[in-house]
């Protein structure tokens, strides 16, 4: 996963208003920008110059890295829903890069486990994950939304492996392998276990009866 930097926006700019807010939704932007080196450093600059008005949002995520401007116990103003608004008042902005230099799946995917990440953190379901158009009908974000269903039933999936993978971590390293095999076949989703349970299930790998 890829490493969080925080470069917040000074307090008393105009682009970080400060109002204390706890985090209920989370909203999905992209840039809008596809030129070369809009990426997420480009952006963190960009948010901290006077071209960005009062215009703010808490994380950029590119192809390579995940830059946070806001902390995300104050709000922002990305969802264009007003200063009282449910969108920019109670939740998280999120901006995809779409720069033309970076790879735009691997910045989705790097945003769909930043977004796994918040939900946990904030126990935020996955229904109250977003997009900009939501609050405002803006097309926004315009590469994801005429697949929207699909995105999140991709962070669905990506959330399931990521659980899997840190139970299968609990699991001995002999053990892994067959458990990998039950696991794959749907046949164990709880595979906490002793090593006398570990022991049942190499041997029956052994004799045959999983594979
Ligand atoms: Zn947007």
């Known amino acids: 996963m890829v490493n969080i ?7 008393g ?4 208003p400060g109002y204390t807010m706890t985090p209920a939704f ?47 116990n104050e709000n922002a ?8 608004g449910p969108g920019n008042r109670t ?10 230099d970076g790879n735009l799946a691997q910045a989705e995917a790097n945003a769909i486990d930043l977004i796994i990440d918040l939900m946990k953190q904030y126990n935020i379901p996955l229904t109250n994950v977003v997009p900009h158009q939501h609050w405002t009908g803006k097309y926004c974000p315009h590469l994801i ?21 840190d139970k299968l971590a609990t699991v001995p390293d002999w053990a892994k392998d067959s458990v990998k095999k039950l696991v ?9 276990g002793d ?15 999983i594979a």
């Not at 080196?37 to 995520?61: E, L, N, Q, R």
């Not at 939304?145 to 993978?165: G, Y």
């Not at 090593?195 to 009866?209: E, Q």
């Open 195 to 209: 090593t006398t349970f570990y022991r049942l299930i190499v041997l029956m790998d052994r004799l045959g009866l």
């Open 26 to 72: 989370i909203t999905v932007h992209n840039t809008g920008n596809s030129s070369a080196g809009a990426d997420a450093a480009g952006h963190a600059a960009f948010i901290k110059s006077p071209g960005a008005g009062t215009t703010s949002w808490h994380f950029t995520v590119d192809d390579h890295q995940i830059i946070q401007h806001i902390p995300t």
């Open 91 to 100: 939740s998280i902005g999120i901006e995809i890069c779409e720069n033309s």
């Open 145 to 165: 939304l005429p697949r929207w269903d699909a995105f999140i039933a991709s962070i669905a999936k990506r959330q399931q492996e990521r659980e899997i993978a």
């Open 5 to 11: 930097t925080q470069d917040f926006v000074s307090r």
């Open 184 to 192: 794959a076949k749907s046949a164990l989703s709880d595979f906490s």
């Open 77 to 84: 103003w990305h969802a264009g829903d007003g200063a009282n």
């Open 13 to 16: 700019a105009k682009n970080r």
